[in-house]
Each structure stands twice: as structure tokens, then as C-alpha cells.
């Protein structure tokens, strides 16, 4: 008895050409303090604070669990680096 291997060829190929799900991992960025802001760190749990002379850096993290977005962690540099920079290097 023959066996028809047509249908289980095609499954097969159209199984290989289905466009893959993008995944989403956590990242941190490096960006200046705006005015107004009123972001707190996730490490020390005060207010990343803006300064008008000082050009003060803080550090945004879009953070990802099982491949969805879940929430935007804020940090002081010193206190990214403190935590072992848990989301990369931060671009700049």
C-alpha cells in the first residue's frame, strides 16, 4: 500500500516559511534628567532629581517579562552600576 507524503511535505514547508515572533528583551538606555522629572530610583528609592547647571544622566530600563512590556525601571548611574548593570550597558 502507498503512502501520500504530499500533504505532510507541504505542512512542513509552510511550517519553516511562518514568519517567527520577534522577541522583546529588556534594554537600558542613558538619557539627561528633564525638568519636572519626578522618577525614582529603583535601587536607593530617591528622587532623580533635575539641576539646571548639572547636566545629570539617568538611566531608563524597559523592562520585559515572558516576552511582553511590564514596566520602566528608572536609576542613578552610580546606582545602576551598584546593582551589576542587571539590564546590559546602557546605550547612550
Known amino acids: 500500500m502507498a503512502t ?4 505532510s511535505s507541504s505542512e512542513t514547508a509552510t511550517q519553516t516559511t511562518a514568519p517567527k515572533r520577534k522577541r ?3 534594554r537600558a ?7 519636572g ?3 525614582y530610583c529603583a535601587v536607593c528609592d530617591e ?7 548639572i547636566r545629570a544622566e539617568q538611566i531608563i530600563c524597559n ?17 545602576y552600576e551598584e546593582a551589576g548593570a542587571p539590564y546590559g550597558e546602557p546605550k547612550g
Request: with cysteine; net charge positive; aromatic share 12%.
Open 63 to 79: 523592562v520585559y517579562v515572558k516576552n511582553r512590556w511590564d514596566r520602566v525601571e528608572h536609576y542613578h548611574p552610580e546606582c
Open 47 to 53: 528622587l532623580i532629581k533635575f539641576r539646571a547647571r
Open 37 to 39: 522629572n519626578s522618577a
Open 24 to 26: 522583546w528583551k529588556s
Open 4 to 7: 501520500d507524503t504530499s500533504a
Open 29 to 35: 538606555v542613558s538619557r539627561t534628567v528633564d525638568a
